[in-house]
C-alpha cells in the first residue's frame, strides 16, 4: 500500500508502490512469453484440419452413442463388482500397511529421526508420486492382468496418500494425554492405545473413507490398462467402436461414482 | 477418596457401536462381504510366478535405469508433457476465474449461478482418462487432445474451489467498498481479489503439480506427453528405460510439490 504525492502537492492513496506495480508487470510478462513459447512448441506437430474438423467429429460420436444400449447391462454386473471390489479391497490393504507406516514417519512416535523416519518419509513421496493407473500398468506387464493387479495398484497408490494424511494427524496430537496415560505407569503399547489412537481416530476414518471415494473412480479405469473392472469392458468397447456400449459405460460410471460420493458424505456426517 | 468395601470396579472403555446386535451384525456383514469378494478374484498362479522373474528385472532397472538408449523419445515426452502443463492451466485459469466468480452465490444472480455450477460439475464429471479418450476421439492423437483434457480438468478444479472461497469472503468489506461508491470492478478488485488472491495462487501452484502428473497418465490412451513414451517402453517391455522415465516423472513431481508449497507459504 502506498501513498502517492502529486506535484501539485495532493496525496492519493493507491494498492501497490510504482516498484511494487513494476515488478507485478515483469512477472506477468514473464508468464505470457513462457506460455506462448509453450504453445508454440505444443503444438508444433498439431495437425489442424483435424481439429478444425472435431465439431463434426463430435457430432459423430454422439450421435453413435445414442441411444445407449441398455441390454448390455446384463454382461457388465461382474464388472462392476470387480471395480467395487478392487478399491475397497485395495483401500483396506493400503490401510494396513499406511497405518504403521504413518507412526513411523510422524516425528513424535517415530522410533528414530535419524534412520527411520527418513526411509518413511521416502515411501510415502514414491507412493504418492506415481498414479495408480501407472502402477497398473507395471503391474500388469509383472502379474499379467487382471483384478489382482489393479487390487495392487490401488493399494500402492492409497499407501503414500493415507500415510502423509495420517503423520501429519498424528504430529497434531494433544501431548497432554500421552503424558497423562504414561504417568500411570502405561507401556508403550498402552500409551498408543489409550493416548495416541483415540485421538487420531476420527481423521482415521475420514481419510480412509475419503480415499475410497477416490479409490472408487480410480477402479473404474484401471481396467484400460487390463487391471480388471469396468475399464477393461470400457477399453473392449472403445477397440470395436461399439459406442453405445461406451455410452453406457461412462453412464454407469458416473452412477457408481454418485453413488459413493454420497456414501462418503453419509459416512462422514456419522463420524464427524 | 475414601476405600470403600465392595466388588473391585474395573474401567472399560466405552465400544464404537453400543448395541451387541448391531455389532454382531455389522461384524458378520463386513466378512461375508471379504469372503465373496476375495472369493471372487482368481489368480492365475502360473501366471503370477513367471511375473516374479519380470518383477527381479524391473527392479533391478531401478538400480540400473537407462537413461541414454531412449533419450531422444524420453526428451521428447517431457518437452510435450511439460509444455502440455503450462498452456493447460494458464489456459483454464483464464476460463476458470470468470466461471468461479459466476458461480460465487454472493456475486452472481441466480441464473449465472446455475449455469456456472453446471459447467463445473460437467467439467468434474468424469476423471481425466475418460476426457482424454473422448479428446482424442474427436482431436486425433497428439499433445492438443491431451491439452483440452488438461485445461476442462483445470477449469473444473479452479473454479469450483475459487467460487467456494468467494462465498466464504468477509462481507464486511464488499460493503465498506461500495459504501465509498465503489462500482462492481472497483468492488471486485479492491474487496474480493484482496481477500481471495493469496489462496487462489497456491491452488493455481498446486495444480500445476496436479497437472504434471496427469499429463504423465493420459499418454496411456494417445493423448501425448511422457506417459506415451513410458507405455510405449513398458510394451517392448524395456524395464531399464520404464525405470528411467518414472524416476525423472518422480523427480520433477517431488520438485513441483516443494515448489508449490514454498509458494504457497510465501503467499499465506
Known amino acids: ?272 | 477418596m475414601t476405600a470403600t468395601a465392595g466388588p473391585a470396579r474395573i474401567w472399560k472403555r466405552p465400544r464404537l457401536v453400543e448395541q451387541t446386535w448391531l455389532r454382531w451384525a455389522i461384524s458378520l456383514s463386513v466378512l461375508l462381504y471379504l469372503g465373496l469378494a476375495f472369493g471372487s478374484i482368481d489368480v492365475n498362479w502360473t501366471r503370477v510366478s513367471e511375473g516374479l522373474v519380470r518383477a527381479a528385472r524391473l527392479f533391478s532397472g531401478f538400480l540400473q535405469p537407462d537413461f541414454k538408449s531412449r533419450w531422444g523419445d524420453i526428451q521428447q515426452g517431457l518437452i510435450e508433457s511439460l509444455t502440455m502443463t503450462v498452456c493447460a492451466t494458464v489456459f483454464g485459469l483464464i476460463l476458470a476465474l470468470p466461471i468461479g466468480l459466476g458461480a460465487a452465490r454472493n456475486v452472481a444472480p441466480f441464473w449465472l449461478y446455475g449455469i456456472c455450477r453446471a459447467i463445473i460439475a460437467l467439467a468434474r464429471a468424469f476423471q481425466e482418462i475418460i476426457v482424454a479418450i473422448l479428446f482424442v476421439a474427436m482431436f486425433g492423437f497428439g499433445t492438443f487432445a491431451g491439452f483440452l483434457t488438461l485445461s476442462v480438468s483445470t477449469i473444473g478444479f479452479l473454479s469450483k474451489l475459487i467460487a467456494d472461497d468467494i462465498e466464504e469472503i468477509d462481507p464486511a468489506q464488499v460493503e465498506a467498498i461500495r459504501a465509498t461508491g465503489g462500482g462492481f470492478w472497483q468492488v471486485m478488485d479492491y474487496a474480493v481479489a484482496s481477500q481471495v488472491m493469496p489462496r487462489f495462487v497456491g491452488l493455481t501452484a498446486y495444480k500445476v503439480d496436479i497437472n504434471f502428473r496427469e499429463s504423465s497418465v493420459i499418454g496411456i490412451v494417445g493423448a501425448g506427453g511422457i506417459g506415451a513414451t513410458l507405455n510405449t517402453a513398458l510394451d517392448r517391455y524395456e524395464f531399464d528405460s520404464a525405470a528411467a522415465i518414472l524416476l525423472i516423472i518422480i523427480g520433477i513431481v517431488m520438485l513441483c510439490e516443494y515448489a508449490s508449497g514454498w509458494i504457497r507459504k510465501a503467499m499465506a
Open chain 1, 1 to 272: 500500500m502506498a501513498i502517492l504525492i502529486n506535484p501539485d502537492g495532493a496525496r492519493h492513496w493507491r494498492l501497490l508502490t510504482p516498484g511494487q506495480q513494476r515488478w507485478r508487470w515483469m512477472a506477468w510478462l514473464a508468464l505470457v512469453a513462457l506460455t506462448v513459447f509453450c504453445w508454440r512448441i505444443m503444438t508444433a506437430d498439431t495437425i489442424w484440419a483435424f481439429v478444425s474438423d472435431a465439431p463434426r467429429q463430435a457430432q459423430d460420436i454422439f450421435g453413435r452413442m445414442l441411444p445407449p444400449r441398455w441390454v448390455y447391462i446384463n454382461q457388465l454386473w461382474k464388472a462392476i463388482w470387480d471395480t467395487i471390489n478392487i478399491a475397497t479391497l485395495g483401500t483396506l490393504i493400503a490401510i494396513v500397511l499406511a497405518t504403521p507406516l504413518a507412526f513411523l514417519a510422524a516425528r513424535n512416535t517415530t522410533p528414530s529421526a535419524l534412520f527411520i523416519r527418513p526411509v518413511a518419509l521416502f515411501i510415502i513421496v514414491a507412493s504418492r508420486s506415481i498414479n495408480a493407473l501407472i502402477w497398473g500398468l507395471l503391474l500388469v506387464a509383472v502379474l499379467g492382468p487382471g483384478v489382482l493387479a489393479g487390487i495392487i495398484a490401488i493399494a500402492l497408490r492409497s499407501i503414500g496418500f493415507i500415510g502423509k494424511l495420517l503423520y501429519e494427524a498424528i504430529e497434531e496430537i494433544d501431548e497432554t494425554q500421552v503424558e497423562a496415560i504414561r504417568a500411570t505407569g502405561a507401556g508403550q503399547a498402552q500409551v498408543m492405545s489409550y493416548g495416541i489412537w483415540p485421538q487420531i481416530l476420527p481423521a482415521f476414518a475420514t481419510i480412509s473413507v475419503f480415499r475410497w471415494d477416490i479409490n472408487i473412480r480410480e477402479s473404474t479405469v484401471l481396467g484400460l490398462v487390463g487391471a480388471g473392472g469396468l475399464g477393461l469392458a470400457l477399453e473392449g468397447s472403445l477397440n470395436t467402436l461399439a459406442w453405445p456400449q461406451v455410452s453406457l459405460i461412462l453412464l454407469i460410471i458416473l452412477v457408481t461414482v454418485v453413488i459413493s460420493e454420497w456414501i462418503t458424505a453419509k459416512v462422514r456426517k456419522i463420524i464427524i
